[in-house]
């Protein structure tokens, strides 16, 4: 009988959490690519922000908008960003290290006043950031997360 009432406990956690998985566009379980070496190179749109500790995401309020589009180009743990957000033409750097870390990131662009606090965060965001991890999900795009603000918050990329 204990075995029993076991196994459909076991049963009912794994139904939970297959449902969960499905539920959660935006949280997934590890990467599955940050080595120095490889992974940001490609062009992505940034779809969410994401407060870590809440979870809370702050969507695309514009998802078929102009919105933010990155290019990552990578020479080895060296790269280049190319691309636009609302209202502006940006570009800079990055370098990565060993355990996900981006080192040393520039990222500036045209001075045109960003349409909404949304496209604007852009800025703030990749000025500040600290670390990537790349995703991928079953079925979809693969995701690239850029942390900023001490790893407190992401970005929240899909390939294009």
């Given at each position: 009988?204990?075995?029993?009432?076991?196994n459909?406990?076991?049963?009912?956690?794994l139904?939970?959490?297959?449902?969960?998985?499905?539920q959660?566009?935006?949280?997934?379980d590890?990467?599955y690519s940050?080595?120095?070496?490889?992974?940001?190179?490609?062009?992505?749109?940034?779809?969410?922000?994401?407060?870590?500790?809440?979870r809370?995401?702050?969507?695309?309020?514009e998802?078929?908008?102009?919105?933010v589009?990155?290019?990552?180009?990578?020479?080895?743990d060296?790269g280049t960003i190319?691309?636009?957000?609302?209202?502006?033409?940006?570009?800079?750097?990055?370098q990565k290290?060993?355990?996900?870390?981006?080192?040393?990131?520039?990222f500036g662009?045209?001075?045109?006043?960003?349409?909404?606090?949304w496209?604007a965060?852009?800025w703030?965001?990749?000025?500040?950031a600290?670390?990537y991890?790349?995703?991928?999900?079953?079925?979809?795009k693969?995701?690239?997360?850029i942390?900023?603000?001490?790893?407190?918050e992401?970005?929240i990329?899909?390939?294009?």
């Amino acid at each position: 009988m204990q075995r029993l009432v076991t196994n459909l406990a076991l049963i009912c956690l794994l139904c939970f959490t297959a449902f969960r998985c499905e539920q959660e566009d935006f949280i997934i379980d590890a990467p599955y690519s940050c080595s120095p070496s490889g992974g940001m190179e490609g062009t992505w749109r940034l779809q969410a922000y994401q407060h870590i500790d809440s979870r809370k995401l702050e969507e695309d309020p514009e998802p078929n908008g102009r919105g933010v589009v990155l290019t990552f180009k990578e020479d080895g743990d060296k790269g280049t960003i190319q691309g636009h957000t609302v209202a502006n033409q940006v570009g800079g750097g990055y370098q990565k290290a060993d355990a996900c870390q981006l080192l040393n990131v520039t990222f500036g662009g045209t001075k045109v006043a960003e349409p909404t606090a949304w496209s604007a965060k852009a800025w703030t965001a990749m000025n500040s950031a600290t670390g990537y991890e790349i995703y991928r999900n079953k079925g979809q795009k693969d995701q690239l997360s850029i942390f900023f603000n001490n790893r407190s918050e992401r970005m929240i990329f899909v390939k294009q």
